[in-house]
């Protein structure tokens, strides 16, 4: 895709990020069966239902723009999957696991916070208010989810680890 536009980048990144929940509707399940804190499984349980909604979140974008709801590999989100699958293949110690498996929920957080303000801002500025209320709300459950994350991090996950 030649991107010449905002309009055009602005469709790039909603593709991209399309592919980036599809891929963690994928890896959330793989995670939360991995994961041996009952708080940190749930947590995983509970952002893959918000991911889906966050799919049709964007679906609803696609068609605000009248464009077809498909992604483009996000090589981004590729290699964070990649890190927790190799976390999870080499990493015995079940606490230690669930250090390394919240660490990658929060960098798979942080990326997609940084998208979707970015996103977000881009939707404004081309006078696309219905989609930047949705990107906002998803940047809302992104972030909360981050909080979550942040304080099993401090409160146990990390200290049963070490």
Same mark, same amino acid.
């Given at each position: 895709?030649s ?13 991209? /990020? ?27 349980e ?5 991911t ?5 979140r964007?679906?609803?974008?696609f068609? /605000? ?9 996000? %090589? ?11 976390? /999870? ?9 669930? %250090? ?18 970015? /996103?977000? %801002? ?5 006078g ?8 906002? %709300? ?23 680890a070490?």
């Amino acid at each position: 895709m030649s991107v010449k536009s905002m309009d055009d980048l602005f469709l790039h990144l909603l593709k991209d /990020m399309y592919n980036a929940e599809k891929q963690l509707t994928k890896a959330l399940p793989k995670m939360a069966k991995s994961a041996a804190s009952p708080e940190l499984k749930t947590a995983f349980e509970t952002h893959l239902k918000e991911t889906e909604g966050q799919i049709e979140r964007l679906e609803s974008i696609f068609d /605000m723009i009248s464009k077809p709801a498909r992604g483009k590999t996000c %090589a981004a989100m590729e290699g964070l999957v990649e890190e927790g699958k190799e976390a /999870m293949d080499e990493i015995e110690d079940p606490e230690v696991l669930d %250090a390394a498996l919240l660490a990658g929920a929060q960098a798979v957080e942080h990326y997609e916070i940084s998208r979707y303000g970015t /996103m977000a %801002a881009m939707a404004t500025q081309l006078g696309l208010t219905d989609a930047t209320k949705l990107l906002q %709300a998803t940047l809302a459950e992104e972030k909360k989810t981050d909080e979550l994350l942040n304080k099993l991090a401090l409160s146990s996950v990390n200290k049963k680890a070490a």
